[in-house]
């Protein structure tokens, strides 16, 4: 029985054609010659039956993995096409062809059973064993769907109407307000707090003024660095191991690769400072080399040019200190404003590799190294390495996820008998169906990579002694082989494809979720016995609508990223944040479940947050130096590669330490300034006291205001019922210490370094407006996004 | 802490929510934040083999078919009802068989057989992690474990590495080096010097007191489940982390040398201060597809060594009594060897158990000469033969999860049950643990 939500789902995922009459629901789609017409009395059903159960609870997850083009089946009678990697114009027409494809297998029976379930099921010969098992939800789904196309045409059975009074999905969901979106979108994007003239803007202008806003902020250095992190987040790249001048630069082919070690510092006199110079330089130079990917991430972005250029630039980035290591300085040095800065880059094109022996030459038509943007850097090779018997496996595995969005071993199949199944074949991965299933797709990306062919620190570029594996599926993409002569480019060639590929466009829309709420776009429910399948099931649906809209516009507007970022930060998704009343209902609970920013904001992020407050930084959350950042969740790039999104008691106690040293550092700091360049306490001295008038309490209650709106970005009044929390905070510490009557006249002596000038405290005043401030800066509004 | 505070935060932990739980919970957040009472076992280790072990070479040994370079089948050792693999002359450093065997075998579980059902790395850890294959959702044992027995301990589930999804029912914490806990087991004090705190005390209990008010009054008003989540782990984590502050006696003054060793000084650390239930320990490369013998003969030494010193470690520190440890990895390695004298992966392996009401001295499953499991009658836990392998079923990670589960007494808990591990009654393991 269709459900509301069934109902819901039908028709945001396809919209137009619920304008269709039920019985030519899929009467446009052009019927190819082995998509046999169907009976009229089934269309309607059927269709709907298909499109919201059949297609995403069975076909899409069980059959689509061979029963495609370029899949284990694609020999068989019954091919489907993939919709994910079809444009918008040509989606509807997939599904349709897919649903008469399975219409026409569901009519043919053997032995007076449909043959489709004998097959599903594996009573009859079928490569993928058994696929359904029949107790299984997946069965009945698939069983339900060939009664239907089989029965006779029942009034019972009547095309399904679209649900009229099903709620839209963010209905009873509160949105940020804009000014508060406004401060959100600043901090997450340029590590500073909103100015007063887009703060007026939003007043005036509201979401409309937003755009404008963020194509700005989108112009700031501190984007890039946000930008670089996140997409480091995703690539991983800094991570790779090893020396950047000996693991990236091969011994074979960049003889200068060490030119920092020949440096003189014929400036520095004594040879103290010139070590200390030398070491410095070649972590700069060191550091530049790791940075190169995420600085063609960042050219790409900055100079507007299309992002499929991750994926298809012709050429890299090199810092004056790369080039020299490159051996290509002489020769771009012009190019950069500044020859000494190791952190300036300019795109250059590497000539071809040149080896100390001719048989370690690179091959090239053009002369040059063939750069397919982020593919080819030897940054990327080198963080995910090969070996003799990973054959390139695991980059193949890590393109797909990084530029197509698809993890192959996310929810690797369950073979019946693994052992069996390598003993038996002498190439399981070529022969077996339950490996080639997979490998049929990743060896040939594999193969891709043939000629990146160096393990450990020998660099990555080098062809395999004995020529690449014979008994592996040959290199190309997805059906299409790699023509031989394309071999030299062969990064190129898989760019090119990948750029092309629908599912690129998704993959970069979803990293850019990802940058902006520290977790992963969620994935289609598995489960079909799970009671709250459908709701989880909607909440994906519509999340992937949106990822989808996006992408059709990201692809439509020269693959600008920028818009990617505007259009999330613009979406439901970002500025949802709290429900008008109180959801009891289990199913709406799980549609909502993953609705909401709502995070945690990582150590690099509380640093800047604070240095976007306070003017500077703690310093303590930093990477490395022993700092407190792996403990608070942060990455290291190799081994902690994913972020914590939940705060341990570890990272609770460093909240505390955190909350106290800020407030220790800042408040009678704050106060030794003079009052218009406070950040804190611009309207308000210490010796104003709670409860010695109305117009000091109303100071004081102004003050604790602008505390929340500075520290938390809220916008309370003065009379709230926070403020007037924080108010009885300050006031009880004042009472207390009055009733204690014996206290130092003067802060604590950790507190009051620095100031500019004295900050007597005999009221405890001062040392209370700490306390206010240890307690804003321990609350969520602060340490979450 | 008061008997209700303690009460409440349990339950609250019960929804996956820390404390945020719908109404009733004013007066239990208006009370005094007192830091929890240690928590006092049982402690959970998981030791992984990261990358794949090779089981020939441990606790099944073959000797046979050219499985074994390094050994014959008239090598293998006994030790009780445990046959292992001779390393006493081919290991390069670390504890042998021979020693570990001397040393634990009596009080040693071992399975063999174990169908991992897949050949790769990620997959397997997940599957060995959670008893889960198919699904990104489910905690590991660890976490889980950590969740229903320990949700207010500061650092509940340590992990050092592998697979370590926590199913949002619990934080993950990383400790990466004995010094970090210092640092931050006096959040309150200037430098960690209890002797200089930031706040006078008086101070110090409003803001906590000003906290739980805010805390209890926005629980009561509506919010995402993400948020409400979030508010209430913020909460808990903060108000937990008090607690950290006895753990600073047991941090031990010299940091060992061994990967293992160092984790365990961390997770011991936690143990004995009753802020931790379970820990991963992990280490890697024993993903042999090149020189199998002479990885597994470095790595398998040291990866026993490791075991040993913990166990030692938690003896001296008396609670070894208290100390459930499980020992795996996510694959086995290939009955042959490849060209270049490695092991590829093999779906086929075995795993260890040690602890209180485990009985040890025993081995449970097979594999047979060609290295594949052997069925096993779930009710009797005998290996079928060829003429009875209808009543034997192959034993796959959900089948030692569901076992760990009820061994640890969560297999009735809501959050156990939120994470369903549906195997069929007549597949229970009878008596797994003797």
Redesign the interface.
Known sequence: MRTATHQFILRAAFPLLLLAPAGGLFGAAPDDAKTAPMPMQHRGPADAFFLDELWPKVAAQDCLKCHKPGGEAEDSEFILRDPKREKDDTRDAALAENRAAFVRMAAIKKDGESRLLLKASGKIKHGGKVALEPASAGYRVLAEFVRRVNAPADPKLAPAVVEKNAPPFFDG?LMLDDRRLLRRATLSLAARLPTDAELSAVAAKGLKAMPAILEAVMKEDAFYNRLREGFNDIFLTLGADGNADQTFLSYDHFPQRHWYQKWEFKEIPDEGSRKKAGYKMADEYRKALHLEPLKLIEHIVREGKPFTEIITADYMMVSPYGARGYGIFDEVKAKFKNPDDPFEYIPVRLPALKGRAKQQDQESKTGFYPHAGILSTFQWLCRYPT????RNRLRARMYYQHFLGVDV????A??S????V??KYKVPTMEASECVVCHKTLDPIAGMFQDYWKFADAGVYGKRKDGWFTDMFGAGFEGEDMPAEERWRALQWLGERTAKDPRFAVAMVEHGYYILTGRKVL?PP??LDDPLYSAKRRAYHEQRTRTEAIAKRFAETGFNFKNVIQDWVMSDFYR????????ANPAR?AE?????V?R?LAPEQVERKVTAIFGTGWGRLKHGD?G?D??Y?GIDSK??TER?T????????????LA??I??RNTALDFSRAPGERKLFPKIEPDVLPGASAEADANIRETIAHLHQQVLGRNDSPAS??VD??F??FA??VS??AE?GK?SPDE?Y??RQGLEHPVPDPKYTV??W??VL??LL???EF??E | MNKSRRDFLKYCSLAGLGFACPGGMTSVLHADVKETPPYDGPFYLVFNASGGWDTTYLMDPKGINEMNRLYKEGDILTKGAHKFAPTEKTKSGGMSNEEFYNEFGDELLTFNGLDYSVNNHSPGARYMATGKLDSLAYPTFAALVAACNGPTCPLSFLTFGNYSATGNVVAMSRVPYLPSLQKIANADSIEGNLRSPYHDDFALSRIEQALGEQHAARAVQPHLPREERAMSMLYAAQVNSKALQRVTPFIPSTNPKGRLAQQAEIALASFKAGVCVSANLSIGQFDSHANNDTDQMKLIPEFLEGIAYVLRRAEAQKIREKLVVIVQSEMGRTPTYNKGNGKDHWSIGSAMFLGPRIKGNRVIGATDDKQFGVPLDPKSLACCKDSDKEKGIKIRPEHIHTALREHAGIAEHPLSKKFPLVIPEKERLKGFWG
């Open positions: 969901i070996t003799e018997t990973n071993l996310e929810l690797a369950r073979v008998d693994a052992a069996a390598t003993a994935l598995k489960d949802a944040d709290g429900l008008a009343s109180a959801e609970k909502l479940d993953d609705i909401g709502v945690m022993g407190l792996m403990l969740g081994e902690v914590a939940d705060p341990s008691g570890a990272m609770g106690a460093i909240q505390r330490i106290n040293d407030a220790c019922p926070e929390r924080t009885r905070l009880g510490i207390d210490a204690r206290f604590n950790s507190c040392r209370a700490r306390a240890t307690y321990r609350n969520h340490l979450y």
